[in-house]
């Protein structure tokens, strides 16, 4: 299996926000970006676009980014969201669920390979706990579209060979370098591809004591949290000011 046009489709996630490269689109990286990297170098040919946008709902990516990615004529494909939507508190999961089959079904009819994510397990515990039934539901449905539009399914939930903690960014929502590297792999080796990516070596996360877990979890609230609920307060977007960092088709590495 070889690929020659690969568009990613997509939120935050897909965008590479918390794997920060100054020198990049969007001053981001990302495991999408890794990727496209990895298949580069095994093809001068191999060109790649990347349409995510971050705070983007379900919705949005399949109304702004399916049609442009199909006009690209790719032969892989990639799409990740649900993560902003399952946040809500009014969310019909049932409904995002058929709106996404028929995406997914119209994206494989192209003929490209079609790559979907389930979101991660948040775990019993944390920001993310109180959600944990919106998201186990969601990915159940992800899990029903892969199988009947034959697409391949990277597993979030299921990754239990990876300490989240270490693999995140400050922001606590976001993959850091580490967990997008090792997201880049999973995708690769889904798909079945060669590739020379290997493991980081992360050292476990820190053991705080309350005062520092006090302290940690204040500052959290202060820079991550606080804006988090001024832009749902006020109707806006992380993404609002935001481009694709790589719209057409383009070399990379």
């Known amino acids: 299996m070889s690929f020659k046009r690969y568009v990613a489709l997509g939120d935050s996630f897909t965008e590479g926000v918390g794997d920060n490269d100054p020198t990049r689109p969007n001053g981001l990286r990302g495991?999408?970006?890794?990727?496209?990297?990895?298949?580069?170098?095994?093809?001068?040919e191999f060109r790649y676009a990347n349409l995510a946008?971050?705070?983007?709902?379900?919705?949005?990516?399949?109304?702004?980014?399916?049609?442009?990615?199909?006009?690209?004529?790719?032969d892989l494909i990639t799409i990740h969201g649900g993560g902003n939507d399952v946040l809500r508190p009014k969310v019909d999961i049932d409904?995002?669920?058929?709106?996404?089959?028929?995406?997914?079904?119209?994206?494989?009819?192209?003929?490209?390979?079609?790559?979907m994510f389930t979101l991660?397990?948040?775990?019993?515990?944390?920001?993310?706990?109180?959600?944990?039934?919106r998201m186990a539901l969601f990915n159940e449905w992800v899990r029903e579209i892969a199988d009947a539009r034959d697409v391949t399914l990277v597993d979030?939930?299921?990754m239990r060979d990876v300490d989240l903690v270490t693999h995140l960014d400050p922001d606590r929502m976001h993959l850091n370098s580490h967990g997008h590297h090792y997201m880049a792999i999973q995708v690769l080796d889904a798909l079945g591809l060669p590739h020379d990516l290997v493991r980081d070596d992360v050292p476990p996360a820190p053991v705080l004591t309350r005062k520092e877990a006090?302290?940690?979890?204040?500052?959290w609230t202060r820079e991550f949290l606080g804006?988090?609920?001024?832009?749902r307060l006020t109707g806006r977007s992380s993404g609002d000011s935001v481009s694709p960092k790589h719209p057409a088709l383009e070399r990379i590495g």
């Open 53 to 74: 946008i971050r705070g983007r709902k379900l919705p949005q990516i399949i109304d702004e980014q399916v049609e442009p990615a199909l006009a690209l004529r790719p």
């Open 120 to 133: 991660f397990d948040p775990g019993s515990y944390g920001i993310y706990s109180a959600m944990r039934g």
């Open 156 to 158: 979030q939930w299921r």
């Open 214 to 219: 006090l302290a940690e979890n204040a500052r």
């Open 31 to 44: 495991w999408a970006d890794r990727v496209a990297e990895a298949l580069a170098a095994a093809d001068p």
């Open 227 to 231: 804006p988090w609920i001024h832009r």
């Open 95 to 115: 409904h995002l669920a058929q709106r996404y089959d028929a995406a997914i079904e119209r994206l494989a009819a192209s003929g490209a390979k079609v790559v």
